[in-house]
């Protein structure tokens, strides 16, 4: 708790143990909130994340949890209320961030089923369900911040079913918003340009080549990097952004325009 009669903010994040929900999940911490993240596969990592918010003041608990996995999810909503009760005495959370992904790159002819149907389980599916879960933990007056791509705005090939995955959050982030508003539940989308990451295998980071076509097509000549987007999310979920609802928010530094 914090030192002030109000209770301290606790964001959950998916995918908080590397990468952009990394980035967030620190960001987070930074401003003031206590942080549940959740892993697929890779403890180590996100106990190490669970260190660096403790290192920042603040308390974390890593989860497990396969977003691709609808059928584990009333396991993971009672996890998580049990993590609740035990480390901050409390029913509910203030914010989720449905951040977990994965990029595949093929083109829209070769894209096969099992791939089609790999990005609609994390990507549309895995958010769509999850949150519908977590809704009776997340507290009225609450946020959800979902993550598209700068790639549902403009077109590169080989992204086609990716990019359809992301606009379709994007329809959903404005259902959720109109139909969560009776509850004070704001709902906001962000979507990442291409940033140096090892998203997609690393691609935009570790091909030099594509690294520079990205930043020639940039407004401010450079391709993003993590803190470019956690900053963002953070902002979003501060309590002087509570009026931001519904919204698209790209941070590409300037991609296409």
Do not use: C
Not at 9 to 35: C, E, F, Q, W
């Amino acid at each position: 708790m914090s030192t002030t009669d109000t209770p301290t903010p606790i964001a959950l994040v998916t995918g908080g143990s590397r990468g952009l929900g990394r980035n967030t999940a620190l960001a987070l911490a930074a401003k003031g909130n206590d942080v549940i993240l959740t892993y697929r596969s890779r403890s180590t990592e996100a106990e190490a994340v669970v260190a660096e918010i403790a290192a920042l003041g603040r308390r974390a608990v890593a989860l497990p949890l396969d977003v691709a996995d609808a059928g584990s999810f009333e396991v993971f909503a009672t996890q998580v209320r049990q993590a609740l009760a035990a480390h901050w005495q409390r029913e509910r959370f203030d914010s989720l961030v449905n951040n977990a992904g994965i990029g595949i790159h093929a083109s829209f002819a070769d894209t096969t089923e099992q791939q089609f149907d790999e990005l609609v389980n994390i990507q549309f599916k895995g958010p769509f369900f999850l949150t519908q879960k977590l809704l009776p933990l997340l507290r009225d007056g609450g946020r959800i911040v979902n993550i598209s791509s700068g790639l549902a705005r403009f077109a590169l090939p080989g992204y086609s079913a990716y990019a359809a995955m992301k606009g379709a959050m994007e329809v959903l982030t404005r259902y959720q918003a109109k139909e969560l508003g009776a509850r004070g539940i704001a709902v906001n989308i962000v979507a990442p340009g291409a940033i140096e990451t090892d998203f997609g295998g690393g691609a935009v980071r570790d091909n030099a080549q594509l690294n520079a076509f990205v930043a020639s097509q940039t407004a401010l000549g450079r391709v993003g990097v993590p803190d470019d987007i956690g900053g963002v999310i953070a902002l979003l979920l501060a309590p002087e952004n509570r009026w931001i609802n519904a919204q698209r928010i790209e941070a590409s530094g300037g991609m296409f325009l």
